[in-house]
């Protein structure tokens, strides 16, 4: 079961909502030192997320954001594989940035 997928304008469009969807950053912190974090997104690296997927919400929707969009993809998948509603940012933070939207330093 692939997980869907989500663009950087369509993140940004939901983010402006009432009903906002949780961003899940799952990069390591000197990467989220180094270039920012979406605002408000839960930090929890990859390879902690076994750990602390008790930090997740079980209810609403995720998306799931990386630098490129490949471990957030397969953090997408596995989260998906528990009863998660998560998707990925295509691209990830690469592609937030390149589209010109804000992130929190």
Not at 73 to 81: E, I, K
Not at 85 to 102: E, I
Request: net charge neutral; hydrophobic share 40%; with cysteine.
């Amino acid at each position: 079961m692939q997980p869907p997928q989500i663009d950087s304008q369509e993140l940004s469009r939901k983010l402006a909502e009432q009903k906002k969807p949780v961003v899940l950053d799952v990069r390591e912190a000197n990467e989220v030192q180094a270039e920012g974090i979406i605002a408000g997104a839960l930090h929890i690296p990859m390879t902690e997320l076994q750990a602390r997927v008790g930090e997740v919400p079980r209810t609403g929707e995720i998306v799931a954001v990386c630098k490129r969009g490949q471990r957030s993809w397969n953090v997408a998948q596995w989260l998906r594989q528990q009863g998660y509603d998560v998707s990925s940012l295509s691209g990830g933070l690469d592609a937030w940035r390149a589209a010109g939207l804000p992130v929190a330093r």
